[in-house]
């Protein structure tokens, strides 16, 4: 989340009683987002972020096995290839 985005830290007063008023709702608010933006639209993307800072959508997932062992441990845990 930018800065400037952030009405907590422009309005610290109103963001103090907030997060007494809503302890949960204020939580969520201050959890990390992807910030990934939209090519089409300009906005960034709201989803909650991972441990490398994009959500799952922008580059949080794994690309799948990459070595020869990982990738036969892949195909052996397919339903179709189960004996």
Do not use: I, V
């Amino acid at each position: 989340m930018d800065e400037s985005d952030d009405w907590t830290l422009r309005y610290p007063a109103l963001g103090a009683l907030y997060a007494q008023a809503h302890p949960q709702q204020y939580a969520r608010l201050k959890q990390r987002r992807c910030g990934a933006h939209s090519r089409s639209t300009g906005m960034p993307c709201k989803a909650k972020a991972l441990g490398n800072g994009r959500c799952r959508f922008h580059g949080g997932l794994s690309t799948g096995p990459r070595t020869e062992a990982g990738k036969r441990a892949a195909l052996a845990n397919l339903r179709q290839f189960r004996k």
